[in-house]
Every structure is written in C-alpha cells, then in structure tokens.
Nanobody, 124 residues
Framework: QVELVESGGGLVQAGGSLRLSCAASGGTSRNYAMGWFRQAPGKEREFVATISWNGGVIHYSDSVKGRFSISRVNAKNTAFLQMNSLKPEDTAVYYC?????????????????WGQGTQVTVSS
C-alpha cells in the first residue's frame, strides 16, 4: 500500500506562484510514474502533469504548459509541482497520484494511488 500526502496549497493572487509537494511512502517499488490532476467544483478531474520515474518523460496539459513545472527527487520519494503565473481558472483541488507500472499516463483511470488533495485558490 502506498500513501501519498500533498502539501503547499493555499490562497494566492493571480500572477502569483505556489509550489506543491507530494511525499510517497510504503510500497516496494520506486519505479513508478507520478502525476498531478486537479478538480474544480462542478467539473471533472483533469490531467495537469506527469513525470516518469527517472524524469526522462514529462507531459503537461495545454492549459498549464509554460507555466507549471513538474519534478521529482527519488531519494526522498517526493514530487513537486511548481506553479507560476497562476490564473483564477487554476483554482481547484490538486491531487498527487502514481502509476505503479511506471507509465506517465494522461488518463486518471491509469493511476493506482491517490493523495487526499490540496486546495489551490487563485483570486483575481
């Protein structure tokens, strides 16, 4: 069983920045892909970014490309999402997730474990 704990969410003005962290614990394998999804009120969960176990493959949604950056430190079993130039439409609960097969997928159904989420609110 893998546990994921997100942190770093909060309230920020438009144009500001936040850095989300996701700490993973448990499980026996470390060769998993890590991803971030988000869900705004009344909307479906949507893909934000994903990174392969060695960082060699990274994908972003079009809506965050150029503004967000995903990274990971395997020695600490931690992934990060640096969010710059935030917009009110980025307001959502952000979830960290892993694919235990190492596939940096874009579909939330391909992920195996999820964190509880952290709220990001961007004011205009």
């Amino acid at each position: 069983q893998v546990e994921l704990v997100e942190s770093g969410g909060g309230l920020v003005q438009a144009g500001g920045s936040l850095r989300l962290s996701c700490a993973a614990s448990g499980g026996t394998s470390r060769n998993y892909a890590m991803g971030w999804f988000r869900q705004a009120p009344g909307k479906e969960r949507e893909f934000v970014a994903t990174i392969s176990w060695n960082g060699g493959v990274i994908h972003y949604s079009d809506s965050v490309k150029g503004r967000f950056s995903i990274s990971r430190v395997n020695a600490k079993n931690t992934a990060f999402l640096q969010m710059n130039s935030l917009k009110p439409e980025d307001t959502a609960v952000y979830y960290c997730t892993i694919n235990v097969y190492g596939v940096p997928a874009l579909n939330w159904g391909d992920y195996n474990y999820w964190g509880q989420g952290t709220q990001v609110t961007v004011s205009s």
